[in-house]
């Protein structure tokens, strides 16, 4: 057995053994098809082991039902050997419950806990995935790591893709749209905030320490979602909030973190993440609590 806390299988090794009685099916769906046939291939016989995790009311006897997964029950089904079995499609409020749930399932069962996603061509499939990757890395600082690096490649594969920049001769899109302050290296100049009362509201605006020769060379997560007023008004916005690594695992603060610490080292960045403040959020954004204090020389 893999000491991951949450594996993910097929249909060939659904379960650990073959006790029935000590089986126990968690089915997270928007909505489920008693009648579909897939189920009765993979659940043949084990129906009345199963509890289906969804917001809807079903009328068939036969159906557990609850709407949410709480500390009681999971201490109910402490020592049972479950599976979970994930069937959603696009509905993403409703896939970001479910991965909390499962998070809090994984941290309070006893025995390694099996799931099984039904593929249903979501677009969050690689997301699910990836999240269930996460809850496996018990030290925060190396899950903060794994999620914060795969967000980072995965705006690169898509700002490379897409070419929204479309840097030609070290001159931006919008540079050449007559959009930005500097003509070359389109937003790679770095700044400091300057006082409340400084009309300037910036200062000390120079190219990026860690752009050299015409590149980045750290990985800054706040420069990889960021996008310029003339890529918005094209429509290309990158919301924290609609990531779903980022929205599960990470709280609002957090997220004012991830999004608002340019032109600083992921090392900063990711010791800026594991701090704790209890501030009211309005003092903690009036008071930029979320920056990283520069470094003296």
Not at 73 to 88: A, C, G, T
Not at 161 to 186: L, P, Q, W
Not at 195 to 220: A, H, I, M, Q, S
Not at 233 to 257: A, P, S, W, Y
Request: glycine content about 2%; overall charge positive; proline content about 0%.
């Amino acid at each position: 057995m893999s000491d991951e806390k949450i594996e993910i299988v097929n249909k060939e090794n659904l379960w650990s053994n073959n006790h029935n009685e000590k089986k126990m099916i968690l089915y997270f769906a928007e909505k489920f098809y008693y009648e579909k046939q897939e189920n009765y291939e993979i659940f043949d016989g084990l129906f009345r082991q199963m509890v289906i995790i969804s917001r809807k009311n079903y009328k068939n006897k036969n159906i557990k039902v609850k709407s949410c997964v709480t500390t009681k029950f999971i201490k109910q089904i402490k020592y049972r050997d479950v599976l979970i079995v994930i069937d959603v499609k696009d509905d993403y409020s409703y896939i970001k419950k479910t991965i909390k749930s499962i998070e809090k399932i994984c941290n309070d069962m006893n025995n390694q806990i099996r799931c099984f996603i039904i593929n249903n061509n979501s677009k969050y499939e690689k997301d699910i995935i990836n999240c269930i990757k996460a809850i496996n890395i018990c030290n925060q600082s190396e899950r903060n790591e794994f999620i914060y690096d795969l967000i980072c490649k995965e705006m690169d594969k898509k700002f490379l893709k897409c070419n929204y920049c479309d840097f030609k001769g070290d001159i931006c899109r919008a540079s050449r749209a007559k959009c930005t302050v500097h003509e070359k290296m389109g937003c790679c100049y770095s700044f400091d905030y300057a006082p409340f009362w400084d009309f300037r509201l910036t200062k000390n605006v120079r190219l990026c320490e860690y752009l050299r020769e015409g590149k980045c060379t750290t990985k800054n997560i706040s420069c990889k979602v960021f996008t310029c007023n003339y890529l918005k008004r094209q429509g290309i916005v990158n919301d924290t909030h609609k990531m779903l690594l980022l929205e599960c695992f990470f709280n609002k603060k957090q997220h004012d973190v991830i999004q608002l610490n340019f032109f600083r080292a992921k090392e900063d960045i990711l010791e800026k993440l594991k701090e704790r403040n209890n501030d009211m959020y309005f003092w903690y954004i009036l008071n930029r609590k979320y920056m990283i204090k520069k470094k003296k020389d």
